[in-house]
């Protein structure tokens, strides 16, 4: 709180000093984000207000801006889209307050109903044009819904909007996961009467059954190489950790441990070792090892239970961790156990690292309700996926 | 020499006694609990087919209708209390050479989806072992887990939750 007043103050007396309405919000790490007006973007008919609210949405949830009213802040998005029937006029030019430089520009007409898309790319051009990041707007989650006991994949834009179901069959299933494009997912399915693994490439919805072990065949992760696929297999009597070769889909098994069960694998940024849940010490705690087998090194003793990592390209491993009766997500690196990120009186689970590297998708559990929030490490606040209906939960944040 | 002859027959008795007593024991030890290891039992890590086995008929009569394993939470002992449902199985599988087995492993709705995955098929896995150890050929029995995903009820308390620990036994012809 101190620290903030004193942000607070010194954002004012740096406003005051440099004679100029520079607004800029101190939030409590003291990340700045930057100021943008979108107000300028004169928006007439449905399509056209969708694709200003959507772009206003991106730009706030990227984290680097906040919607300011036009004459404030450092960008002003001004111009002219215009809903036409079938298409989408865009006229606009993104320009810095100060200097009145210029950004970028656009003058396109495309399909109307392309408007949020249109939105979402704009947004990651302005976020790379202003600023040089690689912005999330055009990425995307897939997750189950539960709807009324029908367990189905849907996919829905990063900001929880353009729901598309995948698969009808509403039969129990779990643990989605991307490859390393943004158009296939792994994930296990009860289809076949059996827990088994299968690929959906979600440009043509075919589906694939790739492994059918005796047993389980659940919680698949690719590796970053896309050459890989770690998962839990029990076909050689207990439920283990293996590799599995993607073409030649032959199997290594990484963990031996006969008595004890392993689940959840995480693959490191650079593919070689795993991250993974193991009962060894009779509770679920995380544990890593060699991704082509060896000795395993407990990474996880805070908190009753730690399940559910995934290991994020920066090298960070978010996960859920049990603590006083309550899942919280915290956060660790192969150094040992890291902060934890929530603490209220609601469950956590299931994180999946964006590929920014600072959001984290995950689902949160109250009275047996599920929903889909997006956490912002760097901030500690917390976005509510909205356009979900039904219980939700194992989210997957795309590459991008 | 009638006193020594029934002194052999004694001391044999009371050796008979003790090996078998030993060899019964040896079976159904359990070096975890209750719970028999899939490496303690006969045929020591005992690898399921290399084939899942096509289902065949489910069997529904009443003699295959036993009753499911119960569990404690995060647990997959197989408890004493719960030993003699096992028994009915082994007792079936054994009447019934042609019928074989997939233990159904379940479990309730708390914790993580993936780490329920697992523990269920740890659940049907130890009840396999009891089954492999009490004398049925462990290629007659296949696992299934269902994890949290197939509540026997579907409640929000501990009542509904002890029903969900479970391993169900399904049989086929």
Not at chain 2, 136 to 147: K, L
């Amino acid at each position: 709180m101190k620290r903030m007043m004193a942000g607070v103050l010194i954002g004012l007396v740096a406003s005051v000093v440099m004679g100029q309405q520079v607004d800029v919000r101190i939030v409590k790490q003291g990340s700045l984000r930057k100021g943008i007006s979108v107000d300028g973007l004169a928006a007439s008919g449905g399509m056209a207000s969708l694709f200003r609210k959507t772009l206003e949405g991106d730009l706030g949830r990227s984290g680097y801006f906040e919607i300011v009213p036009s004459g404030r802040g450092m960008v002003s998005v001004a111009g002219n889209c215009q809903d036409l029937g079938g298409s989408l006029s865009l006229v606009c030019q993104v320009r810095g307050v100060a200097d009145n430089r210029v950004y970028l520009e656009k003058n396109t007409r495309q399909a109307s109903d392309t408007a949020r898309y249109q939105a979402h790319i704009l947004a990651d051009e302005i976020i790379k044009a202003v600023l040089g990041k690689t912005g999330l707007s055009g990425t995307r989650i897939v997750f189950i819904g539960n709807i009324g006991g029908r367990k189905n994949l849907y996919v829905c834009d990063a900001d929880g909007q353009g729901v598309q179901q995948i698969t009808r069959d509403g039969v129990p299933c779990l643990a989605p996961a991307w490859g390393r494009d943004a158009r296939t997912v792994f994930y296990t399915s009860f289809v076949g009467g059996y827990p088994d693994l299968y690929r959906i490439n979600l440009g043509n919805y075919s589906r694939t059954r790739l492994l059918s072990f005796p047993g389980v065949n659940v919680g698949a992760a690719i590796s970053p190489d896309g050459g890989r696929l770690a998962l839990t297999l029990s076909k050689d009597g207990n439920p283990d950790i293996y590799v599995v070769d993607a073409s030649s889909r032959q199997t290594t098994r990484v963990t031996r441990t006969p008595t004890c069960a392993e689940a959840s694998p995480s693959w490191s940024p650079n593919g070689q070792q795993l991250v993974y849940v193991s009962n060894k010490a009779r509770l679920p705690h995380l544990y890593i090892a060699s991704a082509s087998g060896g000795p395993e090194r407990r990474l996880t003793y805070q908190g009753s239970e730690n399940v559910e990592p995934d290991w994020g390209s920066d090298g960070r491993i978010v996960y859920s961790s049990k603590r006083g009766g309550r899942y919280q997500l915290c956060l660790a690196t192969t150094g040992g156990e890291g902060e934890q990120l929530t603490s209220d009186g609601y469950d956590h689970e299931d994180p999946s690292w964006a590929p920014d590297n600072r959001h984290v998708v995950y689902t949160k559990t109250g009275g047996y309700q599920s929903s889909l929030y997006v956490f912002d490490t760097e901030e500690k606040t917390e976005v509510k996926l909205t356009g979900l209906g039904g219980n939700c939960y194992s989210a997957s944040w795309s590459p991008r | 020499m009638r006193a020594e002859q029934w002194m052999r027959v004694a001391v044999m008795c009371v050796l008979c006694v003790a090996v078998f007593a030993g060899c019964r024991s040896k079976k159904n030890v359990a070096t975890n609990g209750d719970v028999l290891a899939p490496t303690d039992v006969a045929q020591g890590d005992v690898a399921m087919q290399g084939q899942r086995f096509g289902e065949g008929q489910r069997i529904t009569d009443p003699e295959a209708q036993i009753e499911t394993v119960k569990f404690a939470y995060d647990s997959y002992s197989v408890e004493k209390g719960e030993m003699a449902k096992v028994e009915k199985a082994a007792a079936f599988l054994k009447k019934y050479p042609e019928v074989h087995l997939v233990a159904e492993g379940n479990c309730d709705e708390r914790g993580s989806n993936e780490y329920n995955m697992t523990l269920g098929e740890q659940r049907a896995l130890a009840v396999r072992a009891c089954l492999v150890g009490m004398g049925v050929d462990g290629t007659r029995i296949q696992t299934r887990s269902f994890g949290e995903e197939k509540p026997a009820n579907p409640a929000h308390n501990d009542a509904a939750w002890a029903e969900n620990r479970r391993v169900e036994f399904a049989f086929f012809r």
